[in-house]
């Protein structure tokens, strides 16, 4: 990994953010993911994982990040590093933040179930007739002992019954679900943001979270954008 300064491997905790408290520069995005494959005291040891590197956000010279893990191709529920980033120019980033810690656990399961028994094993459980599936993903999700190849699925059972379940791809188990209808009706607030003026070291300052992308994290796709003061309506399906 090619640094531009020399660092002293010290970061603190603060709101579940790594922050360093020398400043970290790097030549290249994949210097950050090896950043965290490097120190497993700090993110937790990935080394049975390949992490991905995905933009979420740029706003000015402020990157908001994720580093997201996979393996075998899929990728691990609820287990992503949050990064925040300053991009100083093409070939220079300032770390400002990371979030997150890895747990290694043995990967199981197999896929072996198709549509036609997917649907069948829903209908069953729920004792419905619905075959509504809005939403397939095949992915690894965390259990106690280990990560399993699971089906993630938006099933819609009723107007007021849109159920996210996960199902073990090898064996059909349910291994958890929860109603993502909480009520039906359009949300409205004010989103601030707090973030350093230039560096890490910096005092934090706290802003509105002005012309900003604010999800509806029952459901992935309903979003809406604040205004310049930082007001937001989000509505229901």
Known sequence: MKKLSLIVILLISASSYYIPQSALYFQDKTDIIHFIEENPDIFGDVSSVHLQYEETKLIDNKIFALAVPYHNRYRIWDNNYGIRVFKQNEQEYHIWAIRGNFESKPFGGNRSLDRTQIVKQLQNYF?????????SEILYSPTENSFRLSHYLIYRLTSDRRLAVFIDAENGKILDYVNTVMYQSSITGNAGIMFYPRFSTDDMLEGVFSNGMVFNTDYGSI???????????????
């Open 223 to 237: 979003y809406n954008y604040t205004d310049e003061w930082g007001f937001y309506t989000i509505g229901f399906p």
């Open 127 to 135: 004792g419905s007739q619905s075959d509504s599936i809005e939403y």
